[in-house]
Every structure is written in C-alpha cells, then in structure tokens.
C-alpha cells in the first residue's frame, strides 16, 4: 500500500498493524497474571491516553476486516449505481452504510459464538482478555477428557 502524507508517510496498513504485538503481548501477560492469581490487573480506563491511541491488536484487526467485507458485500446487495451521480444520493449511501456499520458492531454475530463486536474491541483495548466458556471449547462430546473439561469451572482466554 502506498505511503499517506496526512498518516506522515506510513501506509494504512502500516498503522493499523503498527502496535499489534505489543497489545497482543500485553493481553498474554494479562492472561497469564489471571491464571496464576486468579485475578487479573485492573483494565485500562476508556479515558486514558493508553485506551484512546494504542493501535489495533488482533482481535481488533480481524474484526475490522470482518466488518469492511460485510460493508462491501453490502454495498454491493444496495445496488450502488442507483446513487451515483448527485450528492445528496452519495451522502444517503454513506448514512446507509453507517448505519450497517453500527448495526454489525452492536449485534450478536453467530461467527463469534454469538459475541457482540464492539464489546470485543471495547475489551481488547481495555486489555481485558477474552474468556471462553467451558462449552466453546468441547469440540467432540464423546471425548471423556473433553466431557471432564466441560464440568470443570474453568476460564481459558482466547489468543
């Protein structure tokens, strides 16, 4: 991707990626303080300069590539060629399109297990792990270590 002046001539990708390991390291220390304490440090706060500036990490990521891929399978089930030509068609587009996209944020998506995309990126940058519960991680029930797994009250987080 070619390098942006007004991103002070890094590229788009280059930024969104530019603190991704340093989140992801900092979510797996986090992760591991929880399993060895069973308790976890205190998040970040919304307001503070670490929540609003850090960057992308993982999940963050992923989720920004879901939602740009339902926003283009979007546009193109809206027939976008109705709206080309005047002004006030393109700015009813983009108001289209923003409301999918705060459609998809805020609800439950069945790929995430039912998980609800803002709240995941709201915990990622708050650097609160993700739990998983015991049932998302049964992957075959005839499995006696799995079944064994399944009645424990066990935390995991996703990586």
């Known amino acids: 991707m070619t390098p942006r002046d007004d991103l002070r001539g890094q ?12 989140i992801d390291f900092d979510l797996h220390t986090r992760s591991e303080q929880r399993s060895l304490q069973n308790e976890g440090p205190p998040c970040l706060a919304q307001n503070s300069f670490a929540y609003r500036f850090a960057g992308f990490g993982t999940h963050e990521w992923i989720l ?3 939602l740009v891929r339902h926003l283009l399978h979007s546009l193109f089930e809206l027939q976008p060629t109705a709206y080309v030509g005047r002004d006030e068609d393109a700015n009813q587009l983009l ?15 069945a790929d995430l297990d039912g998980r609800i995309p803002a709240i995941l990126i ?11 519960r015991p049932h ?21 987080e996703w990586a």
């Open 136 to 156: 998302d991680m049964i992957i075959d029930d005839d499995c006696p270590c799995a079944r064994c797994l399944q009645t424990r009250p066990a935390r995991w």
């Open 64 to 66: 920004y590539y879901d």
């Open 11 to 22: 590229s788009p990708r280059d930024v969104l990626l530019a603190h991704q390991h340093f």
């Open 95 to 109: 108001t289209t399109l923003d409301q999918i996209k705060t459609d998809w944020l805020e609800s439950p998506q």
């Open 122 to 132: 709201d915990n990622e940058r708050k650097r609160l792990p993700q739990a998983m």
